[in-house]
């Protein structure tokens, strides 16, 4: 055998193993029901319900948090996919700019909007592409654009509205016994039309589906 062909076949041997090393990386965290992972076309309808903190900083409103409770309707898998389709009350009712979710200021130094003001939310740009991805030992749910723009939400306090939008993603805590738990960490910041900025905090649980 050449030298040439020892060389070639080396190579080949290294892309078939980095591979192998690809396929076994994508294959360590995907989305499972029932302790297996998800085969439909399409994935299984999923509900995540939780408690997520709107924080914002500078721009015309100043700084304040604002709490919202309530649920997201979509899919999960199969493998690392997922989706956002519908926010809604936890009443199960669907969050729309004519019936919105009502939040409340649970912290603030804004003259605009104080502590205890009730705020209405809507999400924009739905449904959500997200998907679960592998960095370093965690895994993360990244919210990512879908076409029509930016993931975001629209607030609305004493009639004055302010839109923040931009990627977003949440990190996998663990598998509870009623689904897996997932937290906002406020690490990404959104852009918002008053000037300032957005970051999410806060935690919710996709029932009955756990990340392997």
Known sequence: ????????LALFAVFAFSAVAASNALAAHQWLKGGAPITKVGGEPSTT???????????????????????FDGTVGPGVADEITKALTLAGVEVTKTKPLS???????????????????????????????????????????????????????????????GK???KF???????????????????????????ILGSGIAIGFTVD
């Open 1 to 8: 055998m050449t030298k040439y062909k020892v060389i070639i």
């Open 49 to 71: 319900e939780g408690k997520i903190l709107l924080h914002h900083i500078g721009g015309l409103a100043g700084e304040l948090t604002i709490e919202c409770n309530g649920k």
């Open 103 to 165: 939040c409340t200021v649970v912290a603030s130094k804004s003259s605009v909007c104080t502590t205890g003001t009730l705020v209405n939310v809507v999400p924009v740009d739905l449904p959500w592409k997200t998907e679960l991805v592998l960095e370093g030992t965690s895994v993360f749910d990244n919210i990512t654009e879908n076409g029509k723009g930016l993931p975001g939400y629209e607030t609305i306090c004493h009639e004055i509205p302010i839109t923040c939008t």
């Open 168 to 170: 977003d993603r949440s």
């Open 173 to 199: 805590i663990k598998n509870e016994t009623t689904g897996a738990l997932l937290e906002f960490l406020g690490e990404l910041k959104a852009k918002c039309t008053d000037g300032g900025e957005g970051t």
